[in-house]
């Protein structure tokens, strides 16, 4: 059964709840195939026994996919519409199911916590802090040999990252794409909003001297994976 824990704090409701279940009911086949290359790589870290916990869980895409891998998943989110969706489509998961709106950046778990911890589909973007923060959070929560994982978009992907947002703007989800300021990984729209990557080369840096083993590699050319052991 899901329990859902409203936590108090401010949260951004503008793209979330059925918006942002729209958002993904509208991925074109190459955007739907690195999503679901993202949840079987997630899928191949856990154990039945594991400790899940996913940032930035949205209306539960994810969490729904890795219920019948694990008994215990917790997933957290700014918006309280998602966490309500959430709740909803995982009602029937046998295991527990802990949903809580919660910033990323101060998580309200002891210290190793989770056997694993996961940010996909650059969530390490678009929650729009400090991302040397947001890992070592995410670290801090995690069992020694435990994962923590953390995804963003491949330099492959563009063509169709960008077909899939100009399909959002077209169904108003987000703003007009601003095309003279779009290009070198960022997708800046007329309304202010901005969708940026981290590339190999940055996901080492912000990992600098974190974990015992840090691998970070380009999964079936569309995702960008940062795998941790902690």
């Known amino acids: 059964m899901a329990a859902f824990i409203k936590m108090s704090g401010h949260y951004y409701d503008a793209l979330s709840g059925d918006r942002l279940r729209l958002c993904y009911d509208l991925t074109p086949p190459a955007v739907r195939k690195y999503l679901d290359a993202e949840v079987r790589y997630i899928l191949r870290t856990i154990t039945a026994n594991a400790r899940v916990l996913e940032l930035g869980c949205g209306y ?17 989110d700014l918006s309280l519409s998602s966490l309500g969706h959430a709740r909803r489509g995982l009602s029937h998961h046998a295991g527990f199911v802990g949903l809580v709106q919660m910033n990323a950046l101060d998580l309200g778990f002891r210290a190793a916590s989770f056997d694993l911890v996961c940010c996909p589909q650059n969530g390490i973007s678009a929650f729009h802090v400090d991302q040397r923060r947001l890992i070592l959070a995410a670290v801090r929560v995690a069992a020694p040999g435990g994962r923590v994982l953390f995804f963003s978009y491949a330099d492959e992907f563009w063509p169709h990252r960008l077909e899939w947002f100009r399909i959002q703007a077209a169904h108003g989800l987000i703003g007009p794409i601003d095309e003279a300021a779009t290009g070198n990984g960022t997708i800046a729209c007329h309304d202010g909003f901005r969708a940026t990557t981290v590339t190999p080369a940055r996901f080492n840096e912000l990992t600098r001297g974190i974990g015992t083993v840090v691998s970070v590699s380009v999964l079936e050319g569309a995702s960008v994976v940062c795998d941790i052991t902690v």
């Open 60 to 76: 539960g895409r994810v969490l729904s996919a890795l219920a019948p891998a694990t008994c215990r998943l917790v997933g957290i």
